[in-house]
């Protein structure tokens, strides 16, 4: 089956600076890839997702990257405000037809003003 | 529209108690899957159903079950409850079997004692 490892697993930023979270996976079939949010005691909120047949997406201050061939993707944060302190988990979805995520461990970050 | 929602939002049991969680997707959309989420494994993924069927299952053991009614609501039940089952159950909907984006309700927190 499918096994995404997520780096860091937390992640220290001054306000304003940039923050990059990597992911890797392991099934080569995998062709969704979604980036969710969680703050403390809160629903995972899905920020930016891309898929395979696309090299990159960028939403305001977030961009997603993706490597097929090395089988990475990357989240991008610029200009980090502290209301993005959060943990933020990868995923990856297999070319199965089935809503099935397989979830990073997560990534905690904090913003500091 | 209205977002995914999950009954009860607290739950306390006793071992070798069983449970019944309630899901209610989003108008529309006919996929639910479930998650457990924990501080040591993360999300991980339970089963999902479409159009009544389960159409994928993850690495539980049989005491976890569930089953989707005609009108996509999702119940999961947990048999004989094991301390270790403490978690927060999650479940998202997305709109059909494709890899579409799925949306978390607030998910249910089970504590067993």
């Known amino acids: 089956g499918e096994n995404v490892e997520q780096h860091p697993s937390t992640l220290s930023v001054q306000e304003g600076d940039s923050a990059v979270i990597k992911c890797t996976y392991s099934?080569?079939?995998?062709?969704?890839f979604p980036w969710y949010k969680q703050e403390l005691g809160k629903r995972p909120q899905l920020i930016i997702d891309?898929?395979?047949?696309?090299g990159e997406k960028k939403d305001q201050r977030i961009a997603v990257t993706l490597n097929k061939t090395a089988k990475h993707f990357s989240l991008h944060i610029t200009e980090t405000q502290p209301e993005d302190s959060a943990v933020y988990f990868c995923a990856a979805t297999p070319n199965s037809g089935y809503s099935t995520l397989t979830f990073g461990k997560g990534t905690m970050l904090l913003v500091s003003p | 529209k209205a977002g995914v929602t999950q009954t009860p939002r607290y739950l306390i049991k006793t071992r070798g108690q069983q449970v019944t969680l309630s899901c209610s997707p989003i108008?529309?959309?006919?996929?639910v899957s479930w998650y457990q989420q924990t501080p040591g494994q993360g999300l991980q993924f339970l089963f999902e159903y479409f159009s009544e069927t389960q159409r994928n299952k993850g690495n539980f053991p049989g005491r976890f079950s569930g089953r989707q009614f005609s009108n996509s609501r999702s119940e999961m039940n947990v048999s004989t409850l094991e301390l270790g089952d403490s978690a927060l159950y999650l479940c998202?909907?997305?709109?059909?079997?494709?890899?579409?984006?799925?949306?978390f309700g607030p998910g249910t927190r089970l504590t067993v004692t």
């Open positions: 108008s529309g959309h006919r996929s």
């Open positions: 998202a909907s997305s709109r059909s079997g494709e890899p579409y984006e799925q949306y």
């Open positions: 891309i898929r395979s047949n696309v």
């Open positions: 099934d080569s079939a995998s062709n969704y």
